[in-house]
Nanobody, 122 residues
Framework: QVQLVESGGGLVQAGGSLRLSCVAS????????MGWYRQAPGKQRELVAK???????NYADSVKGRFTCSRDNVKNTVYLQMNSLKPEDTAVYYC????????????????WGEGTQVTVSS
């Protein structure tokens, strides 16, 4: 099992910056990818950014050039640096970890943080 704890959300004005952090604990050696999703009121949860163990990172088109997802494997922590924030970025941001375990064969599961609110005002 993998547990995730997020921090760093808050209220900022448009054009400002925030840095989110997510610390993983438990069976961290089984993690194969970590990333961030977000969900605005009345909308479906969407991918923001994710990075695999090889260091490749995918970004949603809406955040490319503004957000940076990075990972510290020693600290078992993933970060989301958000710059040039827009009101459209307002959402609850969730940390995600895809991890595998062996029970006769390998299985893959997802763990999720509780979410942290990001609000961008005009």
């Amino acid at each position: 099992q993998v547990q995730l704890v997020e921090s760093g959300g808050g209220l900022v004005q448009a054009g400002g910056s925030l840095r989110l952090s997510c610390v993983a604990s438990g069976s961290t050696s089984g993690i194969v990818a970590m990333g961030w999703y977000r969900q605005a009121p009345g909308k479906q949860r969407e991918l923001v950014a994710k990075t695999n163990n090889g260091g490749f990172t995918n970004y949603a088109d809406s955040v490319k050039g503004r957000f940076t997802c990075s990972r510290d494997n020693v600290k078992n922590t993933v970060y989301l640096q958000m710059n040039s924030l827009k009101p459209e970025d307002t959402a609850v941001y969730y940390c995600n970890a895809r991890w595998r375990y062996f029970s006769g064969r390998y299985y893959e599961n997802d763990s999720w943080g509780e979410g942290t609110q990001v609000t961008v005002s005009s």
